[in-house]
């Protein structure tokens, strides 16, 4: 059967054994060894990898921009090798680098896409509405933010309404505020029934947005589940910055009792970090335990692992291929 | 399915047109170096020819729109690296457009801004004491010749453009095709030129192309004992820019379907 345990209706996004490797002999470079994907209706699956994982490759694939030396995938029903039109009818893509064209202004930019669409001009006017790029409308896309212009290429992935939307980093590279707003975005869609393939190298995104998430590494997905499964096996790392040198071991010890692993002390930083499994733990919990011992801080943090964490844990402690 | 190519294909054409109002400094640029070296040629070194400088002028007049109309390759090449350098080509390829409409455009774009640069060019050349002295049947023909013969450059270039592998290398090839009006009788008549530099010259479609606008206009005869398009210089251009087109069309537009996959 060509797609094993996956044949269902249900998945909008389904790929089995894709394969692609670019140029030949010394250069060449296998960008993806066997990548299954499954990406149930209506939910939004994060692809999540350092540089040169592959997300990008095979963002290109499932969006009939480059053709998998094997394997094949079908995405909203259709077979990107061999139904690609019908493919380009239901997608909507913003690709790792700006896709739009730079000396038109973004008003213009989406009107032409809008009438290659066979849509009415004001449809462009509305999205640019939407995606507070009115004012700028009438500048090249050129002279756009980073923010900005990532906000005109999600705007013309949206003028259809598409059945998947896929996003290459969508945030990479953005201040705070635009990449707020790019996930508002994105959650509006999901409320709207639109499947999304996002790829990140941010757990936090990920967690934040994604309702499944495939760790792909060198290639192939190296680890699948829940961001709240992923959360679970690569806890939190938390960091406290006490006021004296004298507190550090306090601190340290404290730390250790809450978690039961062993902390990592940083004396030039005054500062002590753990990692923790225990979801129960909070950031206050860990203040008022430090504070309840006469624990001087005066900076606490406990934030996601990195990705080089994450992927520290999950594959076993395992060397990136970066 | 054709009205989708040319609903597509004039919506591409639009954003060409756009693009250059945008920036159009680079058309400036190209409308005015023609102008250039029309007044270079014509007075500097055509003082140097044994023609009589009047002579010359009504001369190279019509050859150097032919130059001007064979730059399509230039800026054929130039654009269509850009485009298929730059993400924008990306989002046409997810779009379910007709992808001919791509070239399709970018060519019609570039028919428009060339017609409309001949304007200037022509007036120089009316100063420069250049006169239509044929029918006007005859140089109505003219014009629809060099309007082909620029499409079919602009194929050429649109092509090499699609293969380069970069800008920069298209912008470098695209430059270096400057040379090709030196090697035939837009400028000079190759009479004086060494034997195979001649013959050379005399098969380059620029030649065929230069000597039937020369003769559509009644500025010179046709030069005997030439190459056969030369001699037969309408049919020989028509020839040569079905070949061009022939070959160049179907090639661009399968690269533009496939590119990238
Ligand atoms: N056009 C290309 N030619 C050669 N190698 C490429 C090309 N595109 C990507 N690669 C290589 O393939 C691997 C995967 O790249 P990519 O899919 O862009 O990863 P990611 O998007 O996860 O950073 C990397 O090693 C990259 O250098
Ligand atoms: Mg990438």
């Given at each position: 059967m060509r797609y094993g345990a996956f044949m269902t209706s249900t998945y909008t996004v389904l790929s089995e054994g894709l394969e692609k490797r670019y140029g030949s002999g010394d250069q060449m470079v296998h960008a993806l060894r066997g990548l299954d994907l499954a990406v149930e209706e209506g939910t939004v699956c994060g692809l999540l990898g350092p540089n040169g994982a592959?997300?990008?490759?095979?963002?290109?694939?499932?969006?009939?921009?480059?053709?998998?030396?094997?394997?094949?995938?079908?995405?909203?029903?259709?077979?990107?090798?061999?139904?690609?039109?019908?493919?380009?009818?239901?997608?909507?893509?913003?690709?790792?680098?700006?896709?739009?064209?730079?000396d038109l202004t973004g008003r213009e930019n989406l009107r032409l896409f809008a009438r290659l669409l066979r849509l009415p001009r004001s449809h462009a006017d509305e999205l640019l509405d939407r995606f507070g790029l009115t004012a700028a409308a009438d500048r090249t896309a050129r002279t756009y933010s980073g923010g900005m212009r990532r906000r005109l290429d999600l705007a013309a992935s949206l003028l259809t309404r598409p059945a998947v939307l896929f996003l290459d980093e969508p945030t990479t590279g953005l201040d705070p505020h635009s990449r707020s707003a790019i996930w508002d975005a994105v959650r509006e869609l999901t409320r709207q029934g639109t499947t999304v393939l996002l790829t990140t190298q941010y757990l936090e995104e990920a967690d934040q947005l994604a309702d499944s998430v495939v760790l792909i590494d060198g290639g192939r997905a190296a680890h699948r589940g829940t961001p709240a499964e992923l959360k679970a096996q690569t806890g939190s790392y938390a960091e406290v910055v006490v006021a004296e040198d004298a507190a550090l071991h306090a601190a340290a010890v404290v730390l250790d009792q809450l978690t039961g692993?062993?902390?990592?002390?940083?004396?030039?930083?005054?500062?002590?970090g753990v990692v923790t499994l225990d979801q129960a733990l909070t950031l206050p919990r860990i203040v008022r335990e430090l504070d309840a011992s006469g624990v001087p801080i005066v900076d606490a943090t406990l934030r996601p692992p990195t990705l080089d964490e994450a992927f520290l844990r999950l594959t076993g402690g395992r060397e990136l291929v970066a | 399915m054709t009205t989708a190519f040319l609903y597509d294909g004039t919506a591409m054409l639009g954003r060409h047109l756009q693009r250059i109002r945008h920036a159009p400094a680079i058309l400036v640029m190209t409308q005015t170096m023609p102008i250039v070296f029309l007044l270079f040629f014509g007075y500097v070194f055509g003082s140097a020819l044994a023609m009589p400088g009047a002579d010359y002028r009504a001369f190279l007049v019509p050859g150097m729109l032919v130059a001007t109309a064979a730059?399509?390759?230039?800026?054929?090449?130039?654009?269509?690296a850009q485009d298929s350098h730059r993400g924008v080509m990306d989002r046409f390829r997810t779009l379910p457009m007709t992808r001919a409409a791509v070239p399709l455009g970018q060519a019609a774009a570039d028919i428009v801004t060339t017609a409309a640069g001949l304007v200037p060019l022509l007036l120089v050349g009316l100063a420069m004491g250049w006169r239509i002295e044929g029918g006007a049947l005859e140089a109505a023909g003219a014009f629809?010749?060099?309007?082909?013969?620029?499409?079919?450059?602009?194929?050429?270039?649109?092509?090499?453009?699609?293969?380069?592998?970069?800008?920069?290398?298209?912008?470098?090839?695209?430059?270096?095709?400057?040379?090709?009006?030196?090697?035939?009788?837009?400028?000079?008549?190759?009479?004086?030129?060494p034997g195979w530099v001649r013959v050379l010259a005399e098969w380059n479609p620029i030649s065929a192309v230069a000597t039937a606008v020369r003769d559509l206009f009644g500025n010179a005869p046709v030069p005997g004992g030439s190459s056969w398009p030369v001699a037969h210089p309408v049919a020989g251009s028509l020839a040569w820019c079905a070949v061009l087109l022939t070959v160049c069309v179907p090639l661009a537009v399968r690269r533009y379907t496939t590119g990238g996959r």
């Open positions: 592959g997300k990008t490759t095979a963002v290109r694939v499932l969006t009939t921009l480059l053709r998998p030396d094997a394997g094949s995938a079908r995405v909203a029903g259709h077979d990107v090798l061999t139904e690609a039109p019908a493919v380009r009818r239901r997608i909507g893509v913003t690709g790792q680098y700006a896709s739009v064209d730079g692993a062993e902390p990592t002390l940083d004396p030039d930083r005054r500062a002590v | 730059n399509g390759i230039m800026t054929g090449m130039f654009t269509a629809g010749l060099l309007l082909l013969f620029r499409f079919a450059a602009t194929w050429v270039g649109i092509l090499f453009g699609l293969v380069s592998r970069s800008e920069e290398a298209a912008g470098q090839l695209g430059g270096a095709t400057f040379m090709l009006p030196l090697l035939s009788n837009a400028y000079i008549p190759t009479a004086g030129f």
